[in-house]
């Protein structure tokens, strides 16, 4: 059940962490679109550019396809000498396709392409490749091979210097997935603790990503029998869904309104899903009265939409 739920907004609910800019091709974030990957090609480091010590980042826009490919490269930043060689890499890439409502949706997202010749350059290329393989296993849904390719990542990012907090938020993530997967509950609720250690650091407030964390924790401390902590993180769980829904009002007119619409609605089936799993909870406690508040919200959220 949780394996399900976990892939289920790794790969479609927080997709819509969005700026929204069109109804044909929503947008997702950078963190997203590198949960998604599945294929990574790692630009050349241009030899002029490696003789000037010449470093930095490229951010590009893409549109990821329904199909997973890669296409509509656009530079947004970046010395024009890296430029070219990191298209050239990005535009091999391949990405678990995006899903809105069970199908297949073409996306625009930001790319970010490192070029760094400094202490852990090398290492984080190595955990990227590697990351690539976990989240990989997790969508085949192949636990064994899963546990074992995130947990090499996660060595990885570990030995990374300090300011990886992203990458390291996600190794432990992914670990944890692919431990709760194979119903080592323990293991997960560790992994995820930690997670949630660098999801407050990397995360704005606000992120959707956040989502996914907080509820990460909630179901492995359910699993492994400590409802009271459980209760407390479902609770963090609903307002940072809360807390995206605010986000995205104060965007609201920067946003299409089919945009804004979409992502509003699955913003609020979310909030749903989130209160009926702690009404369950509540009632494993024998809370009823909490439960039956938590589960009128949840019906009156089913009503508007």
């Not at 739920?5 to 950078?30: D, H, K, P």
């Not at 947990?151 to 432990?172: H, N």
Request: charged content about 25%; glycine content about 6%; some cysteine.
């Amino acid at each position: 059940m949780f394996a399900k739920r976990y892939i289920q907004v790794l790969f479609a609910v927080v997709g819509l962490v969005c700026l929204a800019m069109a109804q044909e091709s929503r947008q997702v974030s950078n963190e997203e679109a590198n949960q998604h990957l599945t294929k990574r090609v790692e630009p050349q480091y241009p030899k002029m550019a490696e003789i000037a010590h010449i470093q930095g980042v490229v951010l590009m826009e893409i549109t990821i396809t329904e199909s997973g490919g890669v296409t509509g490269l656009k530079a947004v930043s970046g010395h024009p000498i890296l430029l070219q060689s990191a298209m050239d890499a990005v535009a091999q890439w391949q990405f678990a396709p995006f899903l809105e409502e069970g199908r297949p949706v073409a996306v625009r997202a930001p790319i970010q392409v490192d070029f760094s010749l400094g202490p852990g350059a090398e290492l984080r290329s190595k955990y990227l490749q590697q990351e690539v393989e976990c989240t990989r296993q997790i969508q085949n849904k192949m636990p064994p091979q899963a546990e074992a390719a995130c947990k090499q990542a996660l060595e990885t990012a570990i030995k990374l210097p300090k300011s990886f907090e992203s990458d390291k938020m996600r190794a432990y993530g992914n670990a944890g997935a692919a431990a709760y997967s194979l119903k080592k509950t323990g293991e997960a609720l560790e992994d995820f603790k930690q997670q949630l250690s660098f999801a407050q650091q990397a995360l704005q407030p606000g992120s959707p990503l956040m989502v996914q964390v907080r509820s990460n924790l909630a179901h492995a401390y359910e699993a492994t029998g400590k409802m009271q902590e459980a209760d407390t993180e479902y609770t963090e769980t609903e307002k940072a869904q809360a807390a995206a829904l605010a986000d995205l009002e104060s965007r609201r007119e920067k946003l299409k309104p089919g945009g804004y619409n979409g992502v509003k609605a699955s913003y609020t089936h979310n909030m749903e899903i989130i209160l009926q799993e702690h009404v369950k909870l509540l009632r494993k406690m024998g809370k009823v009265h909490e439960a039956q508040a938590l589960e009128q919200k949840a019906s009156s959220l089913g009503e508007s939409k």
